[in-house]
């Protein structure tokens, strides 16, 4: 088998994955963003006056409100949002339409994360992972994270991750010398940091491994321009909007909890709160090893991955390959105690730990190295199951739900509250469309997989394994017992949060049924509140 038929494979299983679900109601966190690019595109300003009544996410300075979202998923789909405005019947519609929108997360989000999968998998080839072995992880990711969510939304996360590890795997394969590789790298690692502001972290790191992997200072001042192009870019926009180059949106909040939080620290960001990072990693709500229990597989990986390169040290020098595991455990590390001493560390509405979606690329690349079967396929089923229950009914999950899929999706789904998808849309029952998905997915997947071949583990591999094997075990016995007792503290009306949101769907459907099930969900809230 060539490499090129997984490659295929997973660039058509993430395509199809991601593009085959669409969810109707926009909320704020995508909201503002498009705001911003219609604002641009349609009215040729900076501001989204237009829009400040539909959306929290906003930031106040002088008399103009505008988005307060990093601006670089709209920057790159302002031409795409351009050029359907202007050459193609979406020009007729009103600003922001359903089919526009649609477009632009197509090939904004969807399209660079199917790229993303084809090349995560060379760069594990090119560490040295089996084919097999490569595959297996970054279908993990594919459809066992929350970047199969995202991938489905006009997300800045999941369009950071995309340029953050596009710029790695251009460091990584050791264009020593290559200027043009190493500028690309740099506006690459700039795009990411234009995308979601925490992604800055991963610049820095990425520029300490640029000028790691390299000697030459022609080739160093190639990747620092590349960041700095974009870094310019930013600093007009800070100037033109917020008076200063360095004058964050989130300086300037205009929703009075948000602008309380944000006054902690630097932009919200201080001290990690140890109750914050225990929720992020275990919690069923945001917990990462919770919802992605088979990135559990990615903690001994870190360790048999550094003893690889430890390994192939003497044989042939490598100082990308050498730094490669540095620089993704300390994008892991980083970010997990950045998002710990954050004052929004929950992200609001939403499902899973989106601000950790960024570094998912740099923590799935150790999984391929500790891939101990078939606890890799446990792992990845509960992975899978529980992103399909977010993707299958709606991924914006009130923070102050504690469980998200037994106390929001499952009641959700019960009144019918449903995402939609190609089944849907061409009127097939709910059964056929989930089997003609899970179908086309397998066969996908049986179709480009690699032909599983034995490796060599460096020695003491097989010790470290074992020690592992009994968490896994234990930790999907933790999951099930989480999702069957995890409760909501009284205080929470979960009956009005539900209500709120097959509202919403009912709103964007035109469903009397759902409005139905709303007013049914408001009546049993104790406050009594309506829809």
């Known amino acids: 088998m060539t490499v090129r038929r997984p490659e295929l494979g997973l660039f058509l299983i993430f395509l199809f994955s991601a593009s085959f679900i669409h969810h109707p109601v926009e909320y704020d966190n995508t909201l503002s963003r498009f705001f911003l690019l219609s604002a641009v595109v349609d009215y040729g300003r900076l501001d989204i006056e237009a829009y400040k009544d539909q959306t929290i996410d906003i930031s106040v300075a002088g008399d103009k409100t505008y988005s307060n979202k990093a601006i670089g998923a709209p920057l790159v789909a302002a031409p795409i949002y351009w050029a359907l405005r202007r050459w193609t019947p979406i020009r007729h519609d009103a600003p922001l339409s359903p089919r526009a929108r649609r477009i632009c997360v197509f090939l904004t989000t969807t399209v660079p994360f199917a790229l993303l999968g084809v090349v995560m998998y060379r760069v594990l080839l090119g560490m040295g992972a089996a084919p097999i072995n490569a595959y297996l992880a970054v279908l993990a990711y594919g459809l066992g994270t929350i970047a199969w969510i995202h991938a489905a939304?006009?997300?800045?996360?999941?369009?950071?991750?995309?340029?953050?590890?596009?710029?790695?795997?251009?460091?990584?394969?050791?264009?020593?010398?290559?200027?043009?590789?190493?500028?690309?790298?740099?506006?690459?690692?700039?795009?990411?940091?234009?995308?979601?502001?925490?992604?800055?972290?991963?610049?820095?790191?990425?520029?300490?491994?640029?000028?790691?992997?390299?000697?030459?200072?022609?080739?160093?001042?190639?990747?620092?321009?590349g960041v700095a192009l974009c870094g310019v870019v930013l600093a007009a926009y800070n100037g033109r909007c917020f008076g200063g180059a360095f004058s964050f949106s989130y300086e300037h909040l205009g929703y009075g909890d948000f602008a309380a939080g944000a006054r902690r620290g630097f932009m919200g960001v201080a001290a990690p709160v140890p109750e914050s990072l225990m929720a992020l990693m275990f919690s069923p709500a945001r917990g990462i090893f919770f919802i992605m229990p088979v990135l559990l597989l990615s903690l001994p990986g870190f360790w048999l991955w550094f003893e690889r390169v430890h390994a192939a040290e003497g044989a042939a020098p490598d100082r990308g390959a050498g730094l490669a595991p540095w620089v993704a455990g300390a994008a892991v590390v980083g970010y997990l105690l950045i998002n710990a001493g954050f004052y929004g560390w929950h992200g609001g509405w939403t499902f899973g730990p989106r601000y950790l979606a960024p570094i998912l690329p740099f923590?799935?690349?150790?999984?391929?190295?500790?891939?101990?079967?078939?606890?890799?396929?446990?792992?990845?089923?509960?992975?899978?199951?529980?992103?399909?229950?977010?993707?299958m009914v709606m991924p914006h999950t009130p923070e102050e739900i504690r469980n998200p899929i037994a106390e929001c999706l499952y009641p959700l789904f019960r009144y019918g509250y449903r995402s939609d998808t190609w089944g849907s849309r061409l009127r097939m029952s709910e059964l056929m469309?989930?089997?003609?998905?899970?179908?086309?997915?397998?066969?996908?997947?049986?179709?480009?997989?690699?032909?599983?071949?034995?490796?060599?583990?460096?020695?003491g591999s097989q010790a470290v394994l074992a020690v592992w094997r009994p968490i896994y075990p234990l930790a999907l016995a933790g999951i099930i017992i989480g999702l069957f007792l995890t409760r909501s503290p009284a205080t929470v009306d979960i009956h009005t949060y539900n209500s709120r949101l097959l509202a919403s769907l009912a709103g964007a459907t035109g469903s009397e049924a759902l409005s139905a099930a709303a007013l049914q969900e408001a009546r049993r809230s104790p406050r009594g509140i309506l829809p």
């Not at 790191?205 to 990747?223: E, N, Q």
């Open 153 to 225: 939304m006009f997300s800045g996360h999941q369009v950071a991750a995309n340029f953050a590890f596009f710029s790695f795997a251009c460091l990584h394969g050791r264009a020593d010398g290559d200027r043009w590789k190493f500028l690309g790298a740099g506006c690459l690692a700039g795009l990411a940091a234009l995308s979601d502001y925490t992604a800055i972290f991963l610049a820095i790191l990425l520029a300490a491994y640029a000028m790691a992997v390299t000697s030459r200072w022609p080739t160093r001042a190639a990747f620092l321009a």
């Open 363 to 391: 923590l799935v690349l150790p999984l391929a190295f500790a891939l101990d079967r078939p606890w890799f396929s446990a792992l990845f089923l509960a992975s899978f199951l529980q992103i399909s229950a977010a993707q």
């Open 433 to 459: 469309s989930a089997v003609i998905f899970v179908s086309i997915l397998a066969a996908l997947v049986w179709r480009t997989r690699p032909a599983a071949s034995p490796v060599a583990l460096p020695d």
